[in-house]
Each structure stands twice: as C-alpha cells, then as structure tokens.
C-alpha cells in the first residue's frame, strides 16, 4: 500500500511538473466581430485576411510569451444589437485575450461600453467614428489602427478647397452615427476656413433615389459635395448625381472603398475620390507575395479591395501581439498599460513609435492619409 501510494504521488507530481509547459502552448485567442456577410463582406474578408497574415508571421516567429495566436471571429452582419451579443459570446464564452473589430461605426459604438466594462482590449482597423476611441471612458480600453473622422473631414475639406476652389461645399450623409460623427468634423472644417455650406442632407443605407436631397443642395448653390456612405449607399448617390445631369466633384470618406463600387456606381463612380491609409501599387510588395501564396484566388492588385482594411487589421494585429508580449500576460488591464508602452512595431503602413497614450488611442492621423479612385474596377492613388 504504500508503495502504490509513493507511486501514486509520483505520478501526480511528474503531471503537475508537466501542467505549466502544456498551458504555456494552449493559443491565446484574438477575437474578431466584423461585417463577414452582406454588402460590407468585402470589408470584412480583407481585415480577416489582413490579422491571418499577421497571425502566420507572429506564429511563425514563435508566437506571443511561446504561445500561438488564434483567431476566433463573429459575424456582426453590420448589426449594432448582433455585434454586441457577439462581442460578449468571445468575452465570456470563448475567453478571448483581446478583440479586434468594428467595420461599422454603429457596431463599434454599440462595444465600447462593455469593453470598457469587461476591462478587454478591443482595437479597430476600420469604423472611422471620432467618438470611438474618444468615447469619455476613465479606464478606456479602445484603441485604433485606422482613420478618423474628425481628421478626414479635415483633408477632405481642404482637397476640395485647394484641388477645385470650392467655396460652398454640400454634405450628403448617411442617417446614422457616422453621419453625425461626420457632420461635426465637416462643420468644424468650414468654420475654421471661415466657409459656409449649401446645406446637410441626410439619406438611409436602403434609400434608391436622393435626388431630391441633391437638388436641394444644387439650388442651393453646391460647388462641390462631402460624401459619406458605405458602398451601396454611395452608389446611390452617384447613380441619382447622373439622373440630374449634375457633374459636380465629390471629395468622399472611405466608404465607397469597400466593395464592388464601380459595379454598383457604373463609370461616374470613377469621379468620386476618396481616403485610403494604404494602397499596394506594386505586385512585388511583400505583404502582396504573401496574400497570393495565402489566398490563391488573388490574381493581380485589382483584386485586393479594400488594400486598406488588409493593412489596419495586419498592423494592428502586430501591435496587440507586441502589447500582449510586453504585458507578459492576457490580463486585459496589463496589455492596456503596455499599449502604451509598446514602441518600433514595424508595421505595413509605417513603423510605430509610441502610438497610443491616454490621451490618444488612435496610431493613424492626417499623415497617414492617401487620396484615391476606382480606375477600371481597381483602386489607385490619385495622380499628382
């Protein structure tokens, strides 16, 4: 008998000596919530494929703390309600580390408050909405790889300022928080310039005809339009600018980026310029290379749309990882004070120093902006 019990005990000490090495390997998990269905599933491919390259070159290079990365995603469906359910189901149902999401504004706003709550990182690499990361929180546990409306509104003012002389610009939003997010941000441009506008019309995301918003904005003297929709939406308005004859430049936020713009806009979406924090423009780039031999079915730059959610979601990936490493721990608390800490993460769209503080979680500014257009169904930067 106590033989069997020595042995016993041997045995249970040579598992608990092996317990820790085994945890050491089980995979941190990153969750995803993001439009991976309907209009926006483009949008959502390209961040997905974006954090998978992200995840090959951090596994590959043996992980965080020696554990891999795993990826665990949720299909918002563009849904505020759906995104937040979802947001909770990979909080305390799949215990993620950290999540990553928000394609649309509404979704991302939805989330903040119980990240915040739940004390989880959560970090978006597209959803633009200023009061996003400036959501008033005392511990705030929302930061950005992406662009941000108050700073757009900003470039896109001043590019139909100095590129066409604008004088009274018109703005046709989408009815929803990004609209009034955006609303601000424009109103602020033009009182800075000292600028008035030809009015602000607002449009739903199912709307087939804003032609009696546009005329409004025509007669009342519109020299130019701020645009900002998501794809569909965009469409619409470029669709009903050709039914009134109207050819009027059109300085837009990044929604028309999202899909298949020129398919649902026809030639005139072409005319629409646009924000982009990234564009390949060379089939030799590395991070292209590696998004062919990942996903076959990538032929030629053209099929990369949009390039700019591949480039957020990859670097912010990166940054997450670097943050988690630096924290020694998926204790959110501990990878929120490392992300401020965190420094000379070479990402794809540059390398970051420094790219969050308390008083700014966004990595990306006004710097970091490109302007583009569809040119036969790819998007290019605009030539100078």
Known sequence: ?????????????????????????DP??????????????????????????????????????????ELVSRDDESNPGKGLIAARELVQ????????????TPVSLAIVPFVNDAQVPFI?????????????AEENYVFRVSAVDEFVDEAITEYLVSEYGSQKPGMILINNPWGESNEKGLMKALEKRGMEHAGIEKFESNDVDVVPQLTRLRENGADGLFLVANVAPSAQVVKSLDRMGWDVPIASHWGPAGDRFTELAGPSGEKV??????????????????????FPEIESLADVTPATGIANAYDATLLLAAAIEKAGSTDGPAIRQAMYE???????????????????????????????????????????
């Open 273 to 294: 310029h646009f924000i982009q924090t990234f564009l390949f423009t060379d089939p030799e780039h590395p991070l292209f290379q590696e998004l062919q031999a990942e």
């Open 93 to 104: 149902r799949e215990g993620v580390a950290a999540m990553i999401g928000g394609l649309d």
């Open 124 to 136: 978006g690499p597209w959803a633009a909405g200023t009061p996003i990361t400036k959501n008033g």
């Open 342 to 384: 965190i420094s000379g993460v070479e990402g794809v769209i540059k390398t970051y120093d420094t790219p969050f503080t308390p008083d700014d979680q966004d990595a990306l500014g006004p710097d970091d902006y490109i302007f583009a257009n569809f040119v036969e169904g790819e998007i290019v930067p605009l030539a100078d």
């Open 28 to 69: 941190i998990k990153i969750g995803l919530v993001a439009a991976l269905s309907g209009q926006s599933a483009k949008s959502g491919e390209a961040i997905t494929r974006g954090i998978t390259l992200a995840l090959n070159k951090i596994n590959a290079d043996g992980g965080v703390m020696g554990r891999p990365l």
């Open 1 to 25: 008998m106590t033989r069997r019990l020595m042995l016993a005990g041997a045995a249970a000490l040579s598992l608990g000596a092996a317990l820790p090495a085994q945890a050491q390997e």
